[in-house]
């Protein structure tokens, strides 16, 4: 029998923490990534220890391509073979202010860790699953999480929206790609959710999706991406690759 093993980066809290935990309730074993190996990845490699999967910790910087082939091959030596790779890690801007203000450098670290880092990583990762041989009752996927701003502008976030919209193409192109591989590429959007990511402002959120911002009444939850995640890592929605999966409470449903 194939094990279901994933690497889920940024794994350390938020969207990324609960899609580890959700992934390994449906029994994954889990390359879990993030910046450093702190203690918040100990705890979460214990949570996954008592649901009886098992964990590899690799931090490493997605968008230092130096470091991901090496990372793959560390969590495969461990773990065996992956099977999943979710690119979840992902940064906000520097500052959030007028597009006529922004700098260079923010505009660089969100494409480098948004984008690039998620394209490159899934380049070596679909390297590595073509070069053997697979099981056809096996889903081999990758889930990148991208954003609502892949399409709708956020003004005082314009190079989070531009390293989104390159990270929902890429899913595209790769799906085309891997598609006659039958390994499933999948744009997951989250809209509102609750993390550190959106602490500081997340109560305007709330009011916004109270407000009608989104069809349902309230920002979501990571456990909420994560069980979207989970659900197509597991092949529950089969014949469907290249799409955007949008969990974002109706957010962007078109309404005049
Ligand atoms: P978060 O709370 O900020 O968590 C992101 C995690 O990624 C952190 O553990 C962070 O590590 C890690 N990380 C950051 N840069 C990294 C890098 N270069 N290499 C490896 N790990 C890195 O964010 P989140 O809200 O859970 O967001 C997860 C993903 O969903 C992101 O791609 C984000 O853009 C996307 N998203 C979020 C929302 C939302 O409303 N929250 C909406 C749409 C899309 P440190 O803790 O060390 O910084």
Known sequence: ????????????????????????????????????PDEHLETLSAEIDDLGQRTHICAFDVG????HDPSLAEIEGVLGPLTTLVNNAGIGVVSRGDPLDVQENSFDRCMAVNAKGPFFL???FARRLLSRSRNPNVVYSVINITSSNASAVAVPRTEYCASKAAASMISKCFATRLGPENVMVYDVQPGLIETPMTETVIDSYQARAEDGLCLLPRVGQPSEVAAVVANL??????????????????????RF
């Open 122 to 124: 899934t380049q070596a």
């Open 233 to 254: 890592a597991g092949g529950c929605l089969p014949y469907t690759t290249g799409h955007v999966i949008s969990v974002d409470g109706g957010m962007l449903v078109p």
């Open 64 to 67: 230092d391509t130096t470091q």
């Open 1 to 36: 029998m194939t094990r279901q093993v994933a690497l889920v980066t940024g794994a350390g809290r938020g969207i990324g923490r609960a899609t580890a935990l959700a992934l390994a309730s449906s029994g994954f074993d889990i390359g879990l990534n993030d910046l450093q």
